[in-house]
């Protein structure tokens, strides 16, 4: 049987056979630009070429024509050529099936972030309570503490959420990451902020946003509606 291969943003995953290909294509976790190969070939084809005879419709269920894609190179024999068969957590979520994180290991996550984001804080009170002491500058001081108090932590989650790891510390930790609902693609950093400044929803009343996590579909938390997000493991 035919194995196939899907290529993004430069990365190779796989291999699929043809039914996984079909079922990536009808969830649209496998995009018109993904690029598909088979063994050998020197550059992959755009699904969007080949979407004819992946089953495009009622009509190509009825009678469907295989995949033709013949190898357009022999294979690289070279022992440093890497692994074409790798298969890891960005092939699967190619394909939709993705793991969402349920709520204890997200918790866990919290909970490093949390001591994380604490030692962050002891340098900060640190740092200013030797300016305090060496300059003497007492006026003002409250309003810079309270900056100081919402500012880290806001880019510590927004930044490392919408960086190309998609997770703060404590989500690395765990493997997890933050990633759009729809499509299973990285945030970006506005996405990120409304996620986080949505996390003070999730924890009023009684931290009922967060409660509901493990009851919802996809496992998301009223922030993740919020700002259309999925925490995947």
């Known amino acids: 049987m035919t194995q ?6 430069g990365e190779r995953r796989g ?36 979407l004819v005879q992946l089953d495009g419709g009622a009509a190509g269920a009825k009678a469907r024509r295989p995949l033709e894609l013949a190898p357009l190179a ?16 960005l092939a699967e979520l190619a394909l939709g099936n993705a793991r969402y994180a349920g709520f204890w290991v997200r918790f866990a996550a919290s909970v490093l972030d949390t001591l994380v984001l604490t030692l962050i804080y002891i340098v900060i009170a640190l740092v200013l309570g030797l300016a305090s002491y060496i300059f003497g500058f007492g006026a003002g001081l409250t309003a810079i503490q309270f900056a100081l108090s919402v500012v ?9 959420e919408s960086g190309p790891r998609c997770a703060t510390y404590g989500k690395r930790a765990f493997h997890l990451r933050v ?6 693609t990285r945030i970006g950093f506005l996405r990120a902020t409304v996620r986080w400044f949505a996390r003070y929803l999730s924890m009023a009343p009684l931290m009922l946003g967060y409660l509901i996590q493990p009851f919802t579909p996809r496992k998301r938390a009223l922030h993740d509606f919020i700002a259309g997000t999925v925490v995947v493991a």
Do not use: C, N, Q
């Open 74 to 89: 022999p294979p690289d024999p070279s022992p440093y050529r890497p692994p074409s068969a790798r298969v890891d957590d």
């Open 179 to 184: 990633l759009e609902a729809e499509g299973l």
């Open 152 to 160: 880290p932590v806001w880019l510590y989650f927004a930044l490392l």
């Open 4 to 9: 196939y291969w899907l290529t993004r943003d």
């Open 15 to 50: 291999p699929y056979e043809e039914r996984e290909i079909l079922e990536g294509v009808r969830l649209g976790t496998v995009r018109p630009a993904d690029l598909l190969s088979v063994e050998g070939m020197g550059k992959g084809v755009p699904i969007a070429d080949v």
